[in-house]
Structures are given as structure tokens and as C-alpha cells.
């Protein structure tokens, strides 16, 4: 269990409707993990693109696509 599940649990103990304890039931599955993950992803990816386009631009010619898209 991560920390967004145990929160998910502490907000479903303190749930006083049904829609918070949704949304508390979907918060323990992971949901939020999985978006924070899916971002951490994207932004590592960015990161490293930005990283080969200072350090190889100049020297070697990268071709346009891998910075493009990067997919």
C-alpha cells in the first residue's frame, strides 16, 4: 500500500456520503498511483529528450523524429 492508498483509507474511515466513499473506494485501488506514475513517465521521457538534444545536438545530427515525438 502506498501513500495515496492509505490516504484513500483515511478518507473513506471519514467518508460521510456515498460519493466520498466512491471516491475514496477509487482512490485505495490505485488511482491515483497509476496517474502520478503515468505523469512521472512523461516527464522522465521529456527530461531525457531534452538531456540528448543539449548534449548531442551540435555534434551528431539526431534525427528530428526521435525529438519529435519520442515514441
Known amino acids: 500500500m502506498d501513500l495515496t492508498e492509505a490516504e484513500g483509507l483515511i478518507d473513506l474511515i471519514n467518508a460521510q456520503t456515498e460519493q466520498q466513499r466512491k471516491q475514496s473506494l477509487y482512490q485505495m485501488q490505485?488511482?491515483?498511483?497509476?496517474?502520478?506514475?503515468?505523469?512521472?513517465?512523461?516527464?522522465?521521457?521529456?527530461l531525457a529528450h531534452a538531456e540528448?538534444?543539449?548534449?548531442?545536438?551540435?555534434?551528431?545530427?539526431?534525427?528530428n523524429d526521435i525529438l519529435a515525438d519520442g515514441k
Request: glycine share 4%; proline share 0%; hydrophobic share 35%.
Open 52 to 63: 540528448a538534444y543539449i548534449d548531442f545536438h551540435e555534434d551528431q545530427h539526431m534525427e
Open 30 to 46: 490505485g488511482s491515483l498511483k497509476e496517474l502520478y506514475d503515468r505523469w512521472r513517465n512523461e516527464l522522465v521521457q521529456a
